[in-house]
């Protein structure tokens, strides 16, 4: 059984305006070079203005003077209020490639590129994760200018994008890939017409319990509602890739989702998924089949850097959309828990997959013989 990851750590970051950035100590000896984060985020103070400066952050992992650290940044942040980050950093083998590249893009400009050392022969065998936070003179509400995607240019290239040109981003890109087939992946950029509210694209088969998905998005939505931007992305078949935005109503506004599905190919990682519905209840949550808690993480279908983690939304006004952020993360090897500020919209869908890790690394996993 092949080994990729080293360990992974679970933490917590809680930032403002006036505390960013926020640099918290990694505990298990990483290199800092191999790790890359992933994570939900919530509001747990105050109610935030409609401002994409406010929602979006910067994860870095960096070598704080001899440990390996996490940095948030929220450079554009003005609002005092507090957002909490639910993280959790996984530390791959050297056998597995890891890069952290800075991607910014400029006001004025749509989309910037950065070289990178070559992912191999094909970036069938690599995926890519963005960070990003955003700045501007006055507030921005658009996500035409606000909602950013990494794509491959070639095996030698990143590329970062958005439709409009108004605002900076300043992001990282994480570029992770495998010498020895370890996993592939599929890359798919979904288009989306204005009034979809569910798309189904296409897939090469892949094995449910060894996949898990990524997603990203750029949209032409110039006004301020989730109901044309909030999208989610989740394995609803072995061959079916499924976008969802709305709950009901009719969207106004065309994208383009892009989803990669990874997939191990020797029993490296097992995975189980499903949707939680928001409702009253706060904080929520979700029993699941027994995991390795320590060698485990879990992550959503929503945008990988966090800034519609409110789920699929019937809202024509995005006032509230980080006070209805769902974070994630284990409350057991057997359940999750879920927590956000608000309820004032219920119904939303935020499909989530819990990634376990341990075939890869400690004990045999038991999983392995439901893994077929």
Request: net charge negative; hydrophobic share 35%.
């Amino acid at each position: 059984m092949a080994s990729i990851v080293k360990s992974v750590e679970y933490l917590t970051i809680d930032y403002d305006a006036t505390s960013e950035p926020v640099t918290t100590n990694l505990t298990k000896g990483q290199d800092e070079t191999q790790c890359v984060p992933f994570f939900t985020k919530q509001l747990v103070a105050g109610a935030l203005v409609d401002d994409w400066r406010e929602r979006t952050v910067k994860l870095e992992i960096i070598d704080n003077g001899g440990t390996a650290a996490v940095k948030a940044t929220a450079t554009g942040k003005t609002d005092a209020d507090d957002h909490r980050l639910k993280i959790f950093v996984v530390e791959f083998e050297t056998a597995i490639n890891v890069q952290q590249i800075d991607l910014d893009i400029a006001d004025t400009n749509t989309s910037n590129t950065a070289a990178c050392t070559s992912v191999g022969a094909s970036t069938a065998e690599a995926f890519l994760l963005s960070y990003y936070c955003f700045t501007h003179t006055v507030a921005i509400d658009r996500p035409d200018y606000g909602l950013c995607r990494p794509i491959f240019n070639s095996t030698t290239q990143v590329q970062a994008e958005r439709v409009g040109n108004v605002g900076n981003i300043d992001g990282v890109v994480y570029v992770v890939d495998c010498d020895s087939g370890e996993f592939v992946v599929d890359h798919r950029d979904i288009a989306i017409v204005s009034t979809d509210e569910l798309t189904n694209e296409t897939i090469s088969a892949t094995v449910l319990a060894d996949s898990f998905v990524i997603m990203h998005a750029k949209s032409n939505e110039g006004g301020d509602d989730p109901i044309d931007a909030s999208f989610v992305a989740d394995l609803s078949t072995t061959t079916n890739v499924r976008v969802r935005r709305a709950i009901v109503g009719t969207p106004g506004a065309a994208a383009t989702v892009s989803v990669q599905v990874v997939e191990c190919q020797n029993n490296e990682w097992l995975v189980q998924r499903g949707d939680w519905t928001s409702s009253s209840t706060n904080p929520d949550t979700i029993t699941i089949t027994a995991v390795t808690e320590a060698n485990s993480i879990v992550k959503t279908g929503t945008h990988e850097s966090s800034v519609y983690e409110l789920g699929t939304s019937d809202l024509a006004a995005g006032t509230v959309v980080d006070d209805l952020g769902a974070a994630f993360h284990f409350n057991s090897n057997v359940q999750l828990g879920v927590d956000r500020q608000q309820t004032t919209e219920t119904s939303n869908i935020v499909p989530w997959e819990v990634i376990d890790f341990t075939g890869s690394g400690g004990p045999e996993n038991p999983w392995n013989y439901y893994a077929q």
